[in-house]
T-cell receptor, first 118, second 109 residues
Framework: DADVTQTPRNRITKTGKRIMLECSQT?????MYWYRQDPGLGLRLIYY???????NKGEISDGYSVSRQAQAKFSLSLESAIPNQTALYFC?????????????????FGPGTRLTVL | GQNIDQPTEMTATEGAIVQINCTYQ??????LFWYQQHAGEAPTFLSY????GLEEKGRFSSFLSRSKGYSYLLLKELQMKDSASYLC??????????FGAGTTVTVRA
């Protein structure tokens, strides 16, 4: 079973609709992140959460909101979707702690959600 | 903020070696990561450097020079399955990652 899952995997919606993307993880990590990826651009951070009571804006948070319902769940909402929010969205998790090999706080990514806003 | 530069595309022959360079300017540095991403799939972790020098993992090696703001990923004995995008990412003092746009490597037979 995958450690980080995202639902839905694909979604087509219309301008103005409210959309929620969900992320769940079984890795037991405290930290969770939402990114979007556009062709020719790097992954850009939307929001991140270092524990259940912690929510922080990333580089491009306008038009998005998040909810950290539990350690294992982190949801991203588009309150009123617009076409330029069409992108590939990734959730990631990490664990701030000493890990073997010195890979401290390495982020592990879910499979992605392809969102199209018409 | 972070400014991370890497070449857009590289092409190499199966069995050869390719070096992907990454330069960065940061407002804080707490490690550099390399990820591999096949088209339409999730990025997967390849390597991590926080101290100067070379880290080797099988066919892949990564080098860091903090004073020069420079890293490279070296892929040896290229295989067709290595055709992918390679993402350079810098972690800042707040433990957030900033990614370069990625380098698409095409391996030819």
């Amino acid at each position: 079973d995958a450690d980080v899952t995202q639902t839905p995997r694909n979604r087509i919606t219309k301008t103005g609709k409210r959309i929620m993307l969900e992320c769940s993880q079984t890795k037991g990590h405290d930290r969770m992140y939402w990114y979007r990826q556009d062709p020719g651009l790097g992954l850009r951070l939307i929001y991140y959460s270092f524990d259940v009571k912690d929510i922080n804006k990333g580089e491009i948070s306008d038009g998005y909101s998040v909810s950290r319902q539990a350690q294992a769940k982190f949801s991203l909402s588009l309150e009123s979707a617009i076409p330029n929010q069409t992108a590939l969205y990734f959730c990631a998790t990490s664990d701030f702690g000493l890990a073997g090999g010195g890979d401290v706080d390495t982020q592990y990514f879910g499979p992605g959600t392809r969102l199209t806003v018409l | 903020g972070q400014n991370i530069d890497q070449p857009t595309e590289m092409t190499a022959t199966e069995g050869a070696i390719v070096q992907i360079n990454c330069t960065y300017q940061t407002s804080g540095f707490n490690g550099l990561f390399w990820y591999q991403q096949h088209a339409g799939e999730a990025p997967t972790f390849l390597s991590y450097n926080v101290l100067d020098g070379l880290e080797e993992k099988g066919r892949f090696s990564s080098f860091l020079s903090r004073s020069k703001g420079y890293s490279y990923l070296l892929l040896k004995e290229l295989q067709m399955k290595d055709s992918a995008s390679y993402l350079c990412a810098v972690r800042d003092g707040d433990y957030k990652l900033s990614f370069g746009a990625g380098t698409t490597v095409t391996v030819r037979a």
